[in-house]
């Protein structure tokens, strides 16, 4: 902002700072409250800021105290709270010198210049005793106090009691004691270095290791455990009940406007080598996983960072757990919120790692895990060693990190392959590809003539690498001391000198660690990706190798700090170039902020053709280049260029944006090349295992820029891709792009020393580094500047509700409801914006209006959406109250219709119920009415019988008492006789019954096979139904086109006719008048007449023709379809299927039709043509009779 205020900014309030805290003790009474007021008392002593003796008299802003009186000043989530204006007014001094209370320190009032405004190192003239920083000559920085000043120069005392004398200019303002410890460094009155320095100082000390410095997050690295992490906090961020600086804080605000703004989110974590970016990221995917977990997939991805670690970090000097590639994760979320997948790329591992390590360095992790927590089974396997006996590991003699089990690492990252579905036999070809790379450093080499020749000797290491790559022993010597180079349409083999040897196996552990980390990371891919819905919504997580300045730096390090200082430039175009620019271009009021730009730097690095990687392409295509060749070229392009400096030798300096660093180009063009021959991966190709194949499809498979140079005459053209720094240069493009596609949000990590050790602040190395992070110009450009940005539309869209609910009567709002907010929305955006800052009460100096945009400061965007908040928490509490009402009115209504519909159905099922009950009954009255006739007429049978029996006994007893002995003798032979006839005539009638029984029984089977033959019949009735249908019908379409083909020659037979009797009579009638006329005339209409005569008869034998081949085919088509009926109908015996005849004769029958219909059609346009000739004709008879009766007139 260009216009100048009266007004230093806002105290606000200060969470970090302890409980027990109060201001009116800090300030030993000088500041009292009434009514809201805040004053500093007159007896207080206070400072000056004008070369006279004058004071400061702070008193509240009645406009502000009137403002925040209004709104509930006391809400902590108000950024309103705690705010107080100060306003200067001269007043003489009556303090007292020797007084030991702090005065508040205020800010000048004179702002003339820019300088002036933004300056916070304005000189203490004529201060007593007040506190300031003095940078000492060891270039640390010390809180002293001013005990007199004189003219320009003061004299200050030191915490150890020295005095010392020294310029005003030398001295820097210091901030009061209220204000040590602010966990936001826009807080500080006195934006400068040695303040920032010892803020976060005071916060490490405390354990307080994150710091926001207006939207970037500063981490310090602690060096140890602190109790910031787990489950508790996590809630507490996801809740919100702490407010602190913390990486929880900065994820849940990514993933709050993700959801909000439907915008994919980036966190961009970066700082210098063991600062704690790998840390960081593994917190901020933590948080991520607690907050959109669910799914299971958020257990995959943490599982990712132990797999990534022990293949791609290493320790250094710098670093115990240094990352040496460069990885964005981007996780996918949900529209739900959930993660749904995940995603990683990764960036420049560094194979030299592999073979060559430092002096205190490791290489990766796993080769050490792998050594130390293989099980015996797998160390048998493959001929596993401890790390001591590789040659890879043992060069830098470093082979354990203090703190950290390598073997329960190990396990860790066995579980973790386990976790992310790589399988065990995929695991156990993986462990085998890191044992043939330990085993390739301990292959040696022998020479074996004069001109240093070498062989491969076959020792342990040889063999080992052969049975684990699955290639032949022969294959694997060959291809580490010779090499095929074709020259013409020959094929040469040469020998290999030693050191060509060694670099040869080298080439091929690094070809094979890096092929292996690829694939790894694509089978990590693979998992996170499996089966997951992905909407678009996603929040990246940029872990990336930190700025590096090594004693020795080679390509590596020049590749990572090319990186950083494109994310360097991606940082500044968002907090500073971007930040202004839109500023300036919606016309607000602004004063510019001034920055260091590394545009200059990037520009070394890419311009073209005179940049540094064009000139590294360029010479590493040229066969006869070298690194110092390299190094000339480079002092010969760019000396002039401010950021570069050529030094000795193959040198050179270049200047980054976080200091100069010298790189030696030794090993550069190799490097870049990234020779490996074809014979290597021909090797590969050849092994008996799955994974080397792999690799060698994968390489061969590169052929996205043609080799030329060196590389062509080492036989690899085919086999070689980009050079490693174009590569690079177009993947840290592609990064940037989608950074550039996202809302970034930045967290800064700090080393505060370079000895890993915690509690050790060095300032000077902090300094540097909050230099290179641009911290104090972000601080700047946020206290002064409007972090927070909306459109016209959208802030009325979003906001104007609160607007209409607020200005509105309540019965307004009960007649038209809602219908409001589309008025709302119809009228101007920029009107409805403006009206509700107004009636919010919010000051003109906290926002500005620009031509599309509305902008704010810092807090103010808070009040309207904890208002806007509230008032949907209560349109909901309301809507569901009616919804409630609605649903209960709604079930009320239906219990009674269905207890309404349930009596119907009840009443008439219990109709139905009752109508099957009496016809029950009565049936049952029947059947028992029946069954008791049956059973009274049995019981009388019985009776009936039982009477005879006994009058027969009685009869018989009378007849033998009355006829005497003889009688009853005689009776009783007589009636033995009898009793033999009855049984016989009883066994008769059973065989009787029996063979009735069985009669009926055969009468049944032969009326059941009756009935079924009579079904059967009854199905062939049906079915020789259907077929005489179907007979019928085929038989009518073909007496039908039968019809139409008759009709159709008839009437050609008849109009041909017709034309031929026609002509005949013309012929004689003409035929007198034809010898009077001349000679050529008459032969002329002769030889067409016999023309037409001879193409008519031509057209006549057609049709006769086509007229008998109808009838012969009418005749065969007749008689094989009635053939056909009378198979089906039986009349006729044959081995053949009437219905598939019958449908073959069909098609046949449609074929010569078609075929029928065509040559008659063909027939036709003939005899139309005929027609027209006999036409043409008839024109020349005519016009011959007109001349012949003018030649007879004549």
């Given at each position: 902002?260009?216009?100048?205020s ?9 969470k970090?700072l302890?409980p ?8 030993n ?13 007159s ?9 006279a ?9 009645k406009?502000?105290?009137n ?17 107080v ?6 007043r003489?001094?009556?303090?007292d ?5 702090v005065?508040?320190p ?11 405004r933004?300056c916070?190192?304005t000189?203490?003239a ?11 000559s ?32 030398s001295l ?15 807080q500080?009155?006195?934006l ?13 000390n405390?354990?307080m ?11 310090i ?8 992490y ?11 009940r ?10 849940d ?8 703004d439907?915008?994919?989110?980036s ?13 960081t990221?593994k917190?901020?995917?933590q ?17 990712t ?14 670093n ?28 420049l ?8 390590c430092?002096e205190?360095e ?18 048998e396997k493959?001929?596993?060693r ?30 973790a392959?386990d ?6 036999e ?6 085998a ?19 240093n ?8 290491g040889?063999?080992?690498?052969a049975?684990?790559?699955?290639c032949d022993?022969e294959?694997l010597?060959?291809?580490l ?9 020959d ?7 030693l050191s060509?040897?060694?670099?040869a ?9 890096s092929?292996?980390?690829?694939w790894?990371?694509?089978q990590?891919?693979?998992?996170l990706?499996?089966?997951k ?12 190798y930190?700025f590096e300045?090594f004693?020795?730096?080679s ?6 700090n ?5 994310l360097?430039?991606h ?11 839109e500023?300036i271009?919606?016309?607000i ?16 690095f ?7 990687l064009?000139?590294l ?6 066969p ?18 401010s ?7 193959k040198?050179?300096t ?12 030794t090993g ?15 090797l590969?190709?050849s092994?008996?295992c799955?994974?080397p ?14 080799a ?12 070689q891709k ?19 596609s996202?809302?970034?949000h ?5 080393k ?7 509690g050790l602040y060095?300032q ?7 230099r ?5 110009e972000?601080?700047r ?6 972090p ?6 959208k ?9 209409t ?13 809602f ?22 009460n919010?000051?003109?100096e ?5 031509y599309t945009?509305l ?22 509490r ?8 609605q ?8 219990w ?6 349930q009596s ?11 109508a ?9 009255v ?7 006739t049956?059973?009274?007429r049995?019981r ?6 039982a ?21 009853l ?9 009898e ?6 005539k ?16 055969a ?24 077929y ?12 039908k ?5 008759q009709?159709s ?12 009797s026609?002509r005949n009579s ?14 050529d ?42 053939f ?32 029928y ?11 139309n ?12 008879k ?13």
């Amino acid at each position: 902002m260009s216009r100048t205020s009266s007004v230093p900014p806002a105290f606000q309030s200060i969470k970090s700072l302890p409980p027990d805290f109060k201001v009116a003790n800090n300030l030993n009474g000088g500041l009292s409250s009434k009514n809201g007021d805040v004053r500093l008392r007159s007896g207080d002593p206070v400072r000056s800021s004008s070369p006279a003796n004058g004071a400061l008299v702070v008193e509240v802003s009645k406009e502000v105290h009137n403002c925040a009186s209004n709104m509930d000043v006391f809400d902590e989530d108000s950024p309103y709270s705690g705010q107080v204006r100060l306003l200067e007014e001269d007043r003489p001094s009556n303090g007292d010198e020797d007084s030991e209370s702090v005065p508040l320190p205020l800010s000048s009032n004179s702002t003339s210049t820019r300088e002036s405004r933004w300056c916070d190192t304005t000189p203490y003239a004529s201060k007593k005793k007040v506190q300031c920083w003095l940078q000492l000559s060891n270039g640390n920085w010390e809180l002293v106090k001013i005990i007199r000043s004189s003219g320009t120069e003061s004299v200050v005392s030191l915490p150890d009691g020295k005095v010392l004398k020294v310029h005003d200019e030398s001295l820097v303002s210091a901030n009061p004691d209220i204000l040590d410890g602010v966990d936001d460094l826009m807080q500080l009155s006195y934006l400068n270095e040695p303040s920032v320095l010892y803020n976060l100082q005071y916060r490490y000390n405390q354990n307080m290791i994150y710091t926001k410095a207006g939207p970037v997050l500063v981490a310090i690295n602690p060096f140890k455990k602190v109790p910031l992490y787990g489950n508790d906090y996590i809630e507490a961020y996801k809740r919100k009940r702490i407010e602190s600086p913390h990486v929880y804080a900065i994820t849940d605000t990514a993933i709050r406007e993700m959801i909000r703004d439907e915008v994919n989110q980036s966190i961009i974590i970066s700082g210098e080598s063991g600062a704690g970016k790998t840390e960081t990221a593994k917190i901020a995917m933590q948080y991520l996983a607690a907050l959109g977990g669910g799914s299971g997939i958020e257990y995959e991805i943490l599982k990712t960072n132990p797999i990534l670690e022990a293949f791609g970090n290493g320790k250094t000097l710098r670093n115990d757990n240094s990352s040496r590639f460069g990885k964005l994760i981007e996780i996918h979320f949900s529209e739900t919120g959930k993660i749904c997948g995940a995603n990683i790329q990764t960036f420049l591992l560094e194979k030299s790692r592999v073979v060559q390590c430092n002096e205190g360095e490791r290489s990766y992790h796993i080769f050490y895990q792998l050594c130390a927590g293989a099980p015996p089974s797998l160390r048998e396997k493959l001929n596993l060693r401890s790390a001591e006996e590789y040659k890879y590991l043992r060069q830098s003699n470093c082979y354990s990190i203090v703190g950290v089990n390598d073997a329960e690492e190990f396990r860790i990252v066995v579980e973790a392959l386990d976790v992310v579905h790589i399988s065990k036999e995929d695991q156990e070809s993986v462990f085998a590809m890191l044992a043939a790379v330990l085993w390739l450093g301990n292959v040696s080499f022998t020479v074996i003539d004069n001109e240093n020749h070498v062989q491969a000797v076959e020792d342990e290491g040889l063999f080992s690498v052969a049975k684990l790559i699955g290639c032949d022993i022969e294959d694997l010597k060959f291809t580490l001391t010779t090499r095929k180079m074709k020259v013409g349409n020959d094929n040469i083999v040469q020998k290999l000198k030693l050191s060509q040897a060694i670099d040869a196996r080298d080439a091929l552990a690094k070809s094979i660690y890096s092929c292996l980390f690829d694939w790894i990371v694509e089978q990590i891919n693979k998992s996170l990706a499996v089966g997951k819905r992905r909407t678009g919504r996603s929040i990246s997580i940029l872990d990336i190798y930190g700025f590096e300045s090594f004693n020795r730096n080679s390509f590596e390090q020049f590749c990572i700090n090319y990186a950083n200082e494109r994310l360097q430039q991606h940082f500044n175009r968002h907090l500073f170039k971007l930040e202004q620019e839109e500023y300036i271009q919606d016309g607000i009021d602004w004063a510019k902020v001034e920055f260091e730009d590394n545009q200059d730097c990037l520009n070394l690095f890419e311009k073209k053709p005179l940049g540094l990687l064009s000139l590294l392409d360029e010479e590493s295509t040229f066969p006869n280049g070298t690194d110092l060749t390299f190094a000339n070229k480079l002092k010969q392009h760019l000396n002039s260029n401010s950021c570069f400096k050529g030094e000795r030798d193959k040198a050179f300096t270049v200047c980054h944006y976080a200091g100069e660093v010298i790189y030696d180009t030794t090993g550069f063009l190799e490097k870049n090349r990234d020779l490996l021959h074809l014979d290597s991966i021909q090797l590969l190709s050849s092994s008996t295992c799955h994974l080397p194949q792999k690799f060698a499809t994968q390489m061969l498979t590169q052929t996205e820029k043609p080799a030329v140079g060196p590389l062509h005459k080492s036989g690899g053209a085919d086999s070689q891709k980009l050079s490693v720094a174009t590569k690079f240069k177009g993947q840290l493009f592609q990064l940037m792009q989608r950074l550039e596609s996202t809302t970034p949000h930045f967290i800064r990590c700090i080393k505060p020393n370079n000895l890993q050790s915690p509690g050790l602040y060095e300032q000077g190395l902090v300094l540097q580094q909050l230099r290179c992070c641009g911290v104090l110009e972000v601080v700047r450009i946020s206290r002064s500047g409007f972090p927070t940005r909306m459109s016209h539309q959208k802030f009325a869209r979003r906001y104007g509700f609160l607007l209409t609910r607020i200005l509105l009567t309540w019965e307004w709002c009960i007649r038209y409801g809602f219908l409001l907010l589309e008025n709302v929305a119809s009228q101007d955006p920029l009107s409805v914006s403006v009206a509700i800052l107004h009636q919010f009460n919010i000051l003109p100096e906290m926002y500005q209006v620009g031509y599309t945009k509305l902008f704010f400061r810092t807090g103010q965007v808070g009040v309207l959406e904890d208002t806007r908040n509230r008032t949907l928490h209560g349109i909901l509490r309301v809507q569901s109250c009616f919804r409630g009402y609605q649903a209960r009115l709604y079930r009320k209504n239906l219990w009674r219709s269905i207890t309404t519909l349930q009596s119907f159905i009840r009443g008439e099922k219990s109709r139905k119920e009752y109508a099957a009950s009496v016809h029950r009954h009565r049936a049952a009255v029947v059947i028992q009415k029946k069954t008791k006739t049956i059973l009274a007429r049995n019981r009388l049978k019985t009776t009936i019988d039982a009477a005879v029996v006994i009058q027969s006994f009685i009869r018989g007893w009378l007849v033998r008492r009355c006829s005497g002995d003889l009688s009853l003798l005689k009776s009783g032979g007589t009636k033995t006789n009898e009793s033999d006839e009855v049984l016989v005539k009883s066994s008769f009638l059973a065989e009787l019954q029996r063979r009735v029984l069985k009669a009926e029984a055969a009468l049944r089977e032969k009326e059941e096979e009756n009935d079924i033959l009579q079904q059967r019949l009854q199905q062939y009735d049906n079915r020789w139904s259907e077929y005489e249908l179907k007979m019928k019908s085929m038989e009518e379409v073909w007496q039908k086109q039968m019809r139409s083909l008759q009709s159709s020659l008839s009437i050609a037979k008849k109009s041909l006719a017709m034309d031929d009797s026609e002509r005949n009579s013309d012929a004689s009638v003409n035929a007198s008048d034809d010898r009077d006329y001349s000679w050529d005339m008459g032969g002329n209409h002769r030889r067409q007449e016999s023309n037409g005569t001879r193409s008519m008869s031509a057209g006549l034998s057609v049709i006769s023709r086509l007229a008998e081949e109808f009838e012969q085919r009418s005749q065969v088509f007749g008689d094989d379809a009635k053939f056909l009926v009378e198979v089906k109908s039986g009349q006729v015996e044959a081995s053949l299927n009437p219905d598939k005849e019958l449908r073959r004769l069909k098609q046949m029958f449609e074929a010569w039709k078609k075929d029928y219909g065509a040559r008659l059609r063909e027939t036709k346009v003939i005899l139309n043509k005929l027609g027209s000739e006999d036409g043409s004709i008839e024109k020349a008879k005519k016009k011959w009779w007109g001349r012949r009766n003018s030649t007879r007139m004549n």
